[in-house]
């Protein structure tokens, strides 16, 4: 995998730039177009045989990368994909924080294969590994968590979605005495947060997509940390499609090792617009930057890569 991690890389940055362009003109669907265009274009350019297992587009009709499309121009290495080529569209169309790229892969048969639909999540860093059970009350597992971190609950820093489906969970959690914080969009780098101590995140919670999911699974299993889960078909015809994928049992808890198997995995983002974590992309009259984050699953490892790149003019044009 460590071979490859350059040239997905090359993937996000390039879907970044093209995406950037986009940027607070109000088409959240000709950002993700052309992001989705990008990241197809330079996937095929990689030698290797790489199937799209999870990704978005279904659950808002956007355009994708489809799941069970194959890519690259080899036989080997087989890969598992999983990808969001703008994980942010509305701040992109909007031209607020929190628009990256985001791919991520693993060997053949290592990633969940599931369709693009709700799912809930629960996040730990590598300190807290092991304490928490998605299918415990909210109480239970911040009084686990701050017990793992010697911590009191009223000292835990707790990340979750501002949505009015976490309503009741949010003033659970204010309640207990711990600290919410609140995020808008882009759920994947705050899971990932978790597992890095300087940002001082105890856990992650709440319901969003399911292929971000996956994504903060595979950067929380590469930084030691722990994430479950749990599928959240909203109709027959979501709960058929999990079975058709093999999920025979759609609701079922599923620990970290069925959302990533393997500590041979790697994910790779680059910012479109500033996060908390990661700076979007800046340019002068001469060069464009990006920054990106690249985590290595085996070796642990997390990396901040700045690249420039010339500038050229944008178009502004739809892709064909």
Known sequence: MEPLL?????????????????????????????????????????????????????????????????????????????????????????????AMTVIAAAPKGNLLHAPDMYMEKMAVGADAKGKINIGASIIENLQAVAKAKGKTVDELNVLIQDRPRHKETIDEIRQSGAKVHLFKDGDVIYAISTCIKRVDMDLFLGIGGAPEGVLGAIGVKGLGGEMQAKLKPRNNQETERCKDMGLTIPE???????????????????????????????????????????????????????TQYPMVKEAYARVD
């Not at 990368?65 to 194959?70: A, D, R, S, T, Y």
């Not at 599923?254 to 983002?269: F, P, T, Y």
């Open 6 to 98: 350059l040239d997905f890389l090359k993937v996000t940055e390039s879907a970044a730039l093209a995406a950037r362009q986009w940027v607070g003109r109000g088409d959240k669907i000709a950002a993700d177009e052309i992001a989705t265009k990008t990241m197809r274009k330079h996937l095929n350019r990689i030698n290797m045989k790489g199937e799209i297992v999870i990704g978005e587009g279904e659950i808002d009709d956007a355009p994708m990368l489809h799941i069970g499309e194959v890519l690259g121009f080899g036989e080997d290495p087989e890969l598992d994909i999983a990808v969001d080529p703008i994980e942010g569209t509305t701040p992109t169309a909007n031209g607020q924080d929190n």
């Open 252 to 306: 079922k808890t599923l620990n970290h090792e069925d959302l990533v198997k393997s500590d041979h995995c790697m994910l790779i983002a680059t910012g479109i617009t500033n996060n908390p974590f990661l700076r979007g992309i800046e340019s002068d009259h001469e060069h464009q930057t990006t920054h990106s984050l690249l985590i290595g699953g085996k070796a642990q490892q997390l990396r901040y890569v700045e």
